[in-house]
């Protein structure tokens, strides 16, 4: 039994064994092709056409209180075939020698500048190119070439010495070849003909003026010394006002109004009987200083600090009954408007033995 069981496996395994040596072998596996990938994030487009040709150099005239323009910039010319050269954006050279500005055709508006374009080649620099969101193409062509420019990312978006080109021509139409739009700026905004491409649009160019250079500012002049005492005596530093005074008296001894400020001051200190006697002389000496009435904006506090005055001599010209003391007070109280009160202390100074001529033109300058 075990005989027949062996030979069985026995032969089992030579038909599997003659079985594989007829199968053939199965083909090989062929490797993965490997994915090409872009060596950027976006395919390189190639440009053809015909380059526009390099302009002849031309100096410029700039002032001197004028910003200088700034980099090249968006700029634009005519935009028909046949004209070789034309620029639609993009970054231009300067305007150079032998080149012809002139005006294109006119807006039809008042409130939009005739359009500025070159008779041939012309390319603008007087604008510069701003980053912006957005889709921005550049583009040129001679007669049936193109030549563009594509950038994704941020837009471009012209200024004409750092202010946005506005007001150009409202038209545009198309030129072959894919449905490509070109028309001019209008408005704050870009007009596009028939895709979503930005054409810039066009302005008169600045105009530079030579200009004189503002002179330096003089620094201000300083206080003179009566000035110093007017500050002195309306922020009540009385002791420096008297001081200051007095010292401009000395050079100006007959500035009667500085004299019968001095007399305030000295008020001020306290200083009674000197003050009676500086207010007095000063009557005496100067004819028609009745008629000017002292104004309670050079004193401290206003009416506030005339008040204070006003209190301070009259208990010194009751005690004392001198023409000087009611003299000083009558002064102070026609400041006031008290035209009344100074009349009554005028007469009492009359009586105390004050001048007549004093008194006469304290008279009229109190009656109305």
Known sequence: MRLLIVAGLAS???????????????APTPPPTPIKRPSSAFPKIKLGGVKSKAPRPIGSVRGSLLPPPPPPGAGGSHQHSGTPGAVVGGRGDSIRDGQRIGNGPRSGDNNRPDR?????????????????????????????????????????????????????????????????????????????????????????????????????????????????????????????????????????????????????????????????????GVYEKHHGLAAQVIESDNLPRGEAGLRTLVLAVVPYANRTKTASGYLTTAVLLQAQGKTDAALRLLTKAKDAGLDERIASEMEVALKP
């Open 12 to 26: 089992s395994v030579a038909m599997q064994a003659v079985a594989q040596q007829n199968t053939p072998a199965p």
């Open 116 to 280: 500025t374009e070159n008779r041939g080649e012309f390319r603008d620099s007087t604008g510069r190119n701003t980053p912006r969101d957005g889709v921005s193409i550049d583009g040129r062509y001679d007669d049936d070439r193109f030549r563009l420019g594509f950038h994704v990312g941020s837009g471009l978006s012209a200024h004409h010495h750092g202010r946005r080109v506005h007001y150009g021509y409202p038209y545009g139409y198309p030129y072959g070849y894919g449905g490509i739009g070109y028309g001019y700026g209008y408005g704050s905004s870009w007009y596009d003909g028939y895709d979503a491409t930005p054409i810039r649009g066009y302005r008169y160019p600045d105009t530079y003026v030579e200009s004189v250079p503002v002179a330096p500012v003089a620094p201000p002049e300083p206080l003179s010394t009566l000035e110093k005492a007017d500050v002195a005596l309306s922020e009540s530093r009385s002791k420096d006002a008297v001081k200051l005074f007095q010292e401009h008296l000395k050079t100006t001894p007959n500035d009667a109004e500085a004299t019968r400020s001095l007399a305030l001051a000295l008020l001020l200190e306290k200083r009674h009987k000197e003050a009676v006697a500086v207010m007095i």
